[in-house]
């Protein structure tokens, strides 16, 4: 059993932190523009994997930023029609965030374009929020690398909100999420998340997101290779100079997906823990439908399968299928219950 499986979570809550954005999302050939009509999805990194834990009946609270205003109490009735648990929301400022994304693009593509900055989240500083307060009964803490990318201010309340949920002896993850187009404060992420790293207890993301931002080498040669055997092996390796480089952690998760565009979507993933390995099935499709969301997918079936004591080889099957099954799902977070992962595991 993993170290991370001996402890019972069940007595609490899971605490998702990160700012909530609107995704508008023009269609490519710009048909909005004659029909007056900007599909918009709820979404966020964090409140994906809240959306997801809520969904599958884990005890899912929500923190971000929010002006106190009409707009935001519409979007708090929503969440709290999905189960996720509000009452940790933050009231200031005046903007929400958002992004544009083109129908059927990738978060890494050109299509993509942020207006978050001056948001209520971006706006947070240390020693606004009472965390004592927002961390009772929680017993997981989970974040991402997209927090502290937004501002000086959003890096210094994610490293005063670790410190407060360490203290208290929650576990914590962190999904290594990179986005190039954020990380415009004079910061590398290299010079940040580090920082933030040493407290967590589950780290998530790919070899080469955390050889950018922890400084884990990858072998130029792993990556021109393509090869499977050498990927997962490259996985081993990195996810053992993490642990090494980062005592409290327990526990590595890397995924792979390689695809053009939407076509020949290969899928898997490792995790590794406890001195060993796990590999899932591999997952392969013609076409999918939306990419975002995905990897939030298989944090939320990470953090499921140990909030629940799973075995390592159970919980990488689960957030695998997990995973996979959300790239047919045309939103930011997954609508796909428990029982309908479970029949899609290899």
């Known amino acids: 059993m993993s170290e991370l499986t001996s402890k019972d979570y069940t007595t609490g809550a899971v605490l998702n932190f990160g700012e909530l954005l609107l995704r508008i999302t023009p269609d490519a050939q710009g048909d909005w523009l004659q029909?007056?009509?900007?599909?918009?999805?709820?979404?966020?990194?964090?409140?994906?994997?809240?959306?997801?834990?809520?969904?599958?009946?884990?005890?899912?609270?929500?923190?971000?930023?929010?002006?106190?205003n009409g707009m935001s109490a519409q979007i708090v009735s929503f969440l709290e029609d999905k189960d996720i648990d509000t009452s940790s929301i933050f009231y200031h400022g005046n903007r929400v965030g958002l992004y544009f994304l083109t129908k059927g693009q990738d978060l890494k593509h050109d299509a993509l374009i942020y207006d978050r900055a001056y948001s209520a989240f971006a706006e947070l500083t240390p020693g606004q929020v009472d965390w004592d307060k927002v961390l009772d009964g929680v017993t997981w803490f989970h974040f991402s690398a997209i927090c502290p990318a937004i501002s000086q201010n959003a890096a210094d309340v994610c490293k005063e909100v670790l410190e407060a949920a360490s203290k208290k002896g929650i576990t914590i993850s962190v999904d290594l999420n990179y986005r190039a187009k954020l990380w415009k404060y004079g910061k590398e992420p290299i010079d940040v998340m580090p920082e933030l790293a040493q407290y967590c207890d589950l780290i998530m993301g790919n070899v080469w997101a955390a050889e950018r931002m922890l400084g884990t080498p990858v072998s130029p040669d792993v990556t021109e290779s393509g090869q499977k055997s050498l990927y997962v092996?490259?996985?081993?390796?990195?996810?053992?100079?993490?642990?090494?480089?980062?005592?409290?952690?327990?526990?590595?998760?890397n995924t792979f997906r390689f695809d053009a565009n939407n076509t020949d979507v290969q899928y898997y993933t490792v995790l590794y823990t406890d001195g060993q390995p796990y590999l899932s099935g591999e997952y392969a499709a013609e076409t999918i439908i939306d990419k975002v969301g995905s990897g939030d997918c298989y944090m939320a079936g990470l953090i499921y399968g140990f909030y629940n004591g799973l075995g390592a080889q159970q919980i990488v099957n689960f957030a695998t299928a997990a995973a996979f099954t959300k790239l047919f799902v045309n939103s930011d977070a997954t609508n796909k219950t428990v029982e309908e992962i479970e029949k899609e595991i290899k």
């Open 35 to 68: 029909q007056n009509s900007l599909p918009v999805f709820v979404g966020g990194a964090e409140l994906n994997v809240a959306t997801a834990l809520a969904l599958w009946d884990v005890p899912s609270r929500y923190f971000t930023a929010l002006p106190k």
């Open 233 to 253: 092996k490259e996985a081993q390796n990195s996810s053992e100079a993490i642990m090494k480089q980062f005592p409290k952690c327990k526990a590595v998760a």
